[in-house]
């Protein structure tokens, strides 16, 4: 076991994230540990490769290291409150926007998988996970993997498009290198 790792991190940063917090606020302790743990480290990575190789090039205003230090500067009543709901962006940054803009749920972005597997994939999907030979060479079984296809497509409550991805890609994967997992 790696002693140097503390809850799954190594040593000297947690020490950084520690004294980063320390006599803060919890919602500004969580503020400094998403922005280092979660955002810097998984969501602009992720965005950073994805649009990479669709080349094109993505830019984040907000999180100029200038707004970013102003944003933190605030007191955490004027940063924060009232929860969820963005009152410093909306007054000083998106003052002559509509505010219809901010009074909607939070919206992810998802990638249309689900309706691409139905619509412009589903024969190359079908394909792939009809072939009885290439779903044993990927260790699965056929006939599992068949009737998992058509609960997709006919809808089956609780069938999410990723469990069908999964297999399809593993499919995919094993013909591409040539790869046997029976």
């Known amino acids: 076991m790696n002693r140097e790792l503390r809850v799954g991190l190594p040593s000297r940063v947690v020490q950084e994230l520690n004294r980063l917090i320390a006599g803060r606020d919890p919602l500004a302790a969580v503020s400094t540990l998403e922005l280092w743990c979660y955002l810097g480290e998984r969501l602009l990575r992720d965005t950073d490769t994805t649009s990479m190789a669709s080349s094109l090039e993505v830019r984040v205003p907000f999180l100029d290291h200038e707004v970013v230090s102003a944003a933190s500067a605030l007191d955490e009543q004027q940063r924060f409150e009232p929860l969820g709901k963005k009152k410093v962006l909306r007054e000083l940054a998106l003052g002559d926007l509509d505010q219809s803009l901010f009074e909607r749920p939070k919206a992810g972005f998802v990638l249309p998988i689900d309706r691409w597997a139905r619509d412009v994939l589903k024969d190359e999907i079908s394909a792939a996970l009809g072939d009885r030979t290439l779903c044993e060479t990927a260790g699965l079984d056929a006939p599992a993997v068949g009737r998992l296809w058509n609960g997709f497509l006919e809808r089956a409550p609780g069938l999410h498009w990723s469990r069908v991805w999964a297999?399809?890609?593993?499919?995919?994967?094993?013909?591409?290198y040539g790869v046997s997992l029976r």
């Open 167 to 176: 297999v399809y890609v593993l499919n995919w994967w094993c013909r591409q």
